[in-house]
């Protein structure tokens, strides 16, 4: 592995980042959980946000744009057998209810599917004046910091590197998150 994660500054455009926000308005509106299946739950100590499920059937134009600079940093750093990402998350974290996102991984360890997450992507969809706070942070490793602070920025990590988003103590703080899924690691 080449770098343990990978920040492509303004990969998206800001009209790109402002069609996302549009479509993400016509799923339905849904208070962020914590677990995995029957552990699923509300926690607002250790995560406060909402989201919405894209549908990633008709979200192709979006998918195919994040998987081109996902396929690009896998060959380069990960090296990991990926296929598609399964699903695309549109998050939102207001300073109102200090929106955060404790410390946490993004993969299920016992999960009995044949597929795990391998790769996790978060684009930024916010403008660092949009908000105050809200850093994104890996636990035990250097941060991407202002590097992936730029609207359009996109950061590509293995799914099981912990990390957390800091409270939002001003504005709002949007993003995209997915999860790119392979064969059960071995």
Known sequence: M????????????DAECDAIIARAGSYAEAEATVGFSDS????????????RWLDVGREKDIVGRIMDFVRSSNRTNFGVE??????VQFTE???TNK???????????ESPRPFARK???????SAP?????????????????????????????PSFLQHRVLPVTEG???SLVSWVEGPNWR
Not at 82 to 87: L, M, R, S, T, V
């Open 2 to 13: 080449q770098n343990v994660w990978e920040v492509w500054s303004g990969a998206l455009t």
């Open 40 to 51: 699923l739950r509300s926690d607002h100590s250790y995560r406060t946000s909402t989201i």
């Open 82 to 87: 990926i296929d598609a990402p399964y699903e």
């Open 93 to 95: 974290y207001r300073a």
């Open 99 to 109: 929106g955060h996102y404790d410390w946490h991984q993004d993969v299920w360890l």
């Open 119 to 125: 790769l996790s992507v978060v684009v930024q969809l």
């Open 129 to 157: 004046t949009d908000y105050k706070g809200g850093e994104f942070e890996f636990f035990g490793l250097q941060s991407p910091g202002a590097q992936f602070s730029g609207r359009g920025s996109l950061l590509v990590f």
């Open 172 to 174: 709002l703080r949007r």
